[in-house]
């Protein structure tokens, strides 16, 4: 591992073995704290923050076993390798059961202490998840690797001007998440993140949801719908998968980047909007306007700064990092035990393709988490939790407010707006039929041919 920084604390109550171990680490690029004994290893724990403990198993006191279990209680992100010359194979498995990481039997080749340190570190995620203040704003993006930790630069740079930003990458790979970062280090962190999805949005509905519509716009729109860019005004709009927008509508969004004001649907007035604009695609946009399906002028209005986000097979040192982290989080929620992945099944995990991204990360860990009958998550599950993994069923209350709204559309389109004969044909009286439209911002005018 090419590091230049890694943080080791190495604990032994032989003095003359310590130097030798010590000299070894440091000639290898890391920078090495030692203790005498369990006691002074737990002084130096906080100050040190290690990124990987090595440890002799036989000492005075605390022992290895001890120090490994004290540490976990402080914190149960950092590798431990235990160091032994009396190690039998069952104390070793027992203790790699307890979680820990590997064993090293004296005496220790040199090349062997650096392979197995080397391996540990790419399990290590504590330097990452103890973020000061100063890398708040990028606090749900965990990583490591050297690719985001350039673009995670480049978004910060960026983060203070108003310019738009234009995010690609694959589905999955966390667009969202990184707009919101960009936000929180703006100076409009204070205002409002407003996100929306161009691609989920029917297109009958889309130029209300983002621009309002007014009070009496159509019959039965008994209230005025402000729209999502009036929502974000003084904040940050996140157009996402702006590449499925309806070229009508692309037409709409340019006149409001360039004169910075909205008009709802039904309304003669303009309203003013002082909006930031971060738009994300996983499509080709280049593609899209060669087949006249994206407009040009709107492709470099949104285009200003460009922001790719590398698929997690390209990451592949983040992987242990994120399977970890999202452990904690489910165990948090779960408010069970922590749960430990086994060396073997975090192997599993870096090998595989994930063509889903961190996305289908998160949904095989969640899955493999759910059905572990014991505290470690362990090869066979996640070989099962891969390979049926499938996307997740959306809730009743989501399903039945997706087709009763494709239901209204699917109506308004084969009655051509008359909202008369879609009431009749739906079996309810035009007052209920109207607030049904107007609870799913539908303008029947929008349908008429």
């Known amino acids: 591992m090419s590091d230049k920084g890694y943080r080791i604390l190495l604990v032994d109550d032989e003095a003359d073995l310590l130097s030798l171990w010590k000299l070894r680490l440091k000639n290898s690029g890391y920078k090495v704290t030692t203790a005498l004994s369990g006691e002074e290893a737990l002084v130096k724990l906080s100050v040190v923050k290690p990124n990987v403990v090595l440890t002799d198993l036989r000492m005075q006191g605390i022992d290895g076993m001890a120090l490994f279990e004290a540490i976990r209680e402080r914190n149960k992100t950092i590798p431990v390798i235990i160091i032994t010359a009396h190690g039998s194979i069952p104390e070793a498995v027992e203790a790699t059961k307890k979680g820990v990481f590997s064993f090293l039997t004296k005496p220790i080749d040199g090349k062997d202490l650096i392979l197995e340190t080397e391996k540990a570190l790419q399990f290590s995620i504590g330097d990452t998840l103890q973020q000061d203040d100063s890398n708040k704003w990028r606090r749900d993006i965990i990583s490591k690797s050297a690719a985001m930790e350039e673009l995670l630069s480049r978004s910060l740079l960026v983060s203070d001007t108003d310019s738009t930003v234009l995010i690609r990458g694959e589905s999955g790979t966390g667009k969202e998440l990184l707009a919101i970062a960009i936000h929180r280090a703006s100076s409009r962190k204070d205002g409002a993140f407003v996100p929306v999805n161009c691609a989920a949005i029917p297109e009958a509905l889309l130029e209300s949801e983002l621009f309002g519509h007014a009070k009496g716009s159509f019959t039965g729109a008994s209230n005025k719908h402000v729209g999502l860019f009036k929502s974000a005004h003084k904040g940050t709009l996140f157009l996402d998968e702006i590449g499925d927008m309806p070229l009508q509508l692309q037409v709409k969004l340019l006149r409001v980047l360039q004169e910075k004001q909205v008009r709802p649907v039904g309304s003669t007035t303009p309203v003013p909007v002082d909006v930031r604009i971060i738009s994300a695609t996983h499509r080709n946009l280049e593609e899209a306007i060669e087949y006249k399906q994206f407009r040009e002028d709107l492709y470099y209005r949104l285009n200003v700064v460009n922001l790719e986000l590398p698929p997690l097979h390209e990451r592949k040192e983040d992987i242990p990092l994120l399977a970890e ?124 041919s």
């Open 325 to 448: 982290y999202f452990v904690q989080i489910l165990s948090g929620d779960s408010k069970k035990p922590v749960k430990r992945i086994t060396p073997e099944a975090m192997r599993i995990l870096v090998d595989a393709a994930w063509p889903g991204n961190v996305r289908q990360l998160y949904n095989v860990v969640e899955n493999a988490f759910a059905l572990a009958t014991s505290s470690f998550i362990t090869e066979d599950l996640l070989h099962d939790a891969i390979k049926q993994h499938q996307k997740k069923i959306v809730p009743l209350s989501e399903a039945r407010r997706q087709f009763e709204q494709q239901y209204l559309i699917k109506l308004l389109k084969t009655t051509q707006g008359n909202v008369s004969e879609a009431a009749r044909i739906a079996n309810r009286n035009r007052t209920d039929f109207y607030k049904l439209l107007n609870r799913h911002h539908i303008i029947p005018a929008l349908f008429k």
